[in-house]
């Protein structure tokens, strides 16, 4: 089945760490979205890429970090910038062929928390 | 700029009755307009879109939602609540002609159905 797959579910962070949050599609999807959920914030624009090894910063990218390598992948790294890391972060994809394909698929979430 | 508005932090609603879940948007041109759904823990799934045509667009398990472009409004209804449809509910938006703008989220609208 085509999807998009997020990895760890769960994942923890110490003080001055960095981690990788992983995201894999196979949807052969144009674009990428990594969002962030804060509780009564809705989802906040992370980064964002359309096509390999380009991306762009959306609305709270400090403390962010990404790569688009490959079509199917789009790795967000928390560094030790950030300082409030602990939040849920999801990941997105969606073709860019037309408007009438144009949706987001979501993948189900990371959960970072700070120890 | 494009915003959305979700002006209902919480709605509830008796199992059986009609739902309303509200929508503002702001954009400059036509909209491209989407409802998502969040169970706790899991990532978004569509609901259904507006590009262009009918008003009354018509999803999935049965939601429904009205454009009006005098109001810039894009509400979610349903004609019969579920215990089942309590989720979190997030409206987005973005400019039809936007050359592939991000989706702008609002802060979603929790809807507690009661039996």
């Known amino acids: 089945d085509g999807g998009i797959t997020q990895s760890p579910k769960y994942l923890f962070r110490k003080e001055g760490q960095n981690v990788t949050l992983s995201c894999e599609q196979n949807l052969n999807h144009d674009a990428m979205y990594w969002y962030r959920q804060d509780p009564g914030q809705g989802l906040r624009l992370i980064y964002y890429?359309?096509?390999?090894?380009?991306?762009q910063k959306g609305d709270i990218a400090e403390g962010y970090s990404v790569s688009r390598e490959k079509k199917e992948s789009f790795p967000l790294t928390v560094t030790s910038a950030q300082k409030n890391p602990t939040a849920f972060y999801l990941c997105?994809?969606?073709?860019?062929?037309?408007?009438?394909?144009?949706?987001?698929?979501f993948g189900s979430g990371t959960r970072l928390t700070v120890v | 700029a494009q915003s959305v508005a979700q002006p209902e932090d919480q709605v509830n609603v008796a199992e059986g009755n009609p739902l309303t879940v509200k929508c503002t948007y702001s954009?400059?041109?036509?909209?491209?307009l989407f409802w998502y759904v969040q169970y706790p823990n899991r990532g978004l799934q569509f609901l259904l879109k507006y590009i262009t045509g009918d008003n009354l667009v018509k999803g999935s398990y049965g939601f429904e939602a009205e454009f009006n472009k005098s109001q810039t409004s894009f509400h979610l209804k349903k004609p019969s609540a579920l215990v089942s449809d309590s989720a979190l509910y997030f409206c987005a938006v973005r400019a039809l002609n936007s050359g592939n703008t991000p989706l702008v989220f609002g802060k979603g609208t929790r809807l507690s159905v009661i039996a």
């Open positions: 890429s359309q096509i390999v090894n380009d991306f």
């Open positions: 997105a994809s969606t073709p860019l062929t037309g408007p009438g394909d144009y949706f987001y698929t």
């Open positions: 954009v400059s041109g036509n909209p491209y």
